[in-house]
């Protein structure tokens, strides 16, 4: 959680935390990491009145982090600059639902919404509505099944599918004789 990783969106959840706590009760946001932004965040949440509701985690080595998503009900970064997005794999392999920002290669990670759901990262609107559906269980039945999100997961990234792609790819690029 560096200052120069202002765009995973942490910003926002927080600003929408209150009314996700409204709509949806008891609900912590865990932010995982370490870096030089935790007491901008800290004293934001304490701005906003949330502080009691936010855990800061710290640095959490690669072993723990399974057990990290399967202890959390949605792993949400709604970023506006993210890559591929690898931290959203690894939560949806742990059978954690997912919600991602549409303006990154968030899309690519959750197959254009199918594996999770995608709002707008600058609409705190959309933040808010797009957490408490997935705190509430709106959503395809399968994205609340461990067992089946990470089969779907499986099926769109798998070594079996990336080994498709990659003969399609292959076949594709040489040339006809």
């Given at each position: ?160 599918r990336f080994r498709e792609k990659i ?11």
């Open positions: 959680m560096n200052a120069a990783e202002g765009y995973k969106g942490y910003d926002q959840i927080l600003r929408c935390l209150p009314e996700i706590r409204r709509r949806c009760g008891k609900v912590r946001f865990l932010i995982a990491g370490s870096g030089s932004d935790r007491a901008r965040l800290e004293a934001m949440a304490k701005d906003l009145g949330v502080a009691e509701h936010v855990i800061f985690a710290g640095f959490v080595p690669d072993e723990e982090l399974p057990d990290h998503y399967r202890l959390a009900d949605v792993f949400a970064m709604p970023s506006t600059g993210e890559g591929f997005g690898i931290v959203f794999l690894e939560a949806l392999a742990c059978g954690t639902p997912v919600l991602a920002g549409n303006r990154d290669g968030s899309t690519d990670a959750l197959d254009a919404g199918r594996l999770g759901t995608l709002v707008d990262p600058l609409s705190d609107e959309e933040i808010t509505d797009g957490l408490s559906a997935l705190l509430q269980h709106k959503g395809p039945e399968w994205w609340f099944d461990p067992q089946h999100l990470s089969k779907e997961l499986k099926a769109t990234y798998g070594r079996a003969a399609d790819l292959i076949g594709s690029a040489v040339p006809a004789t």
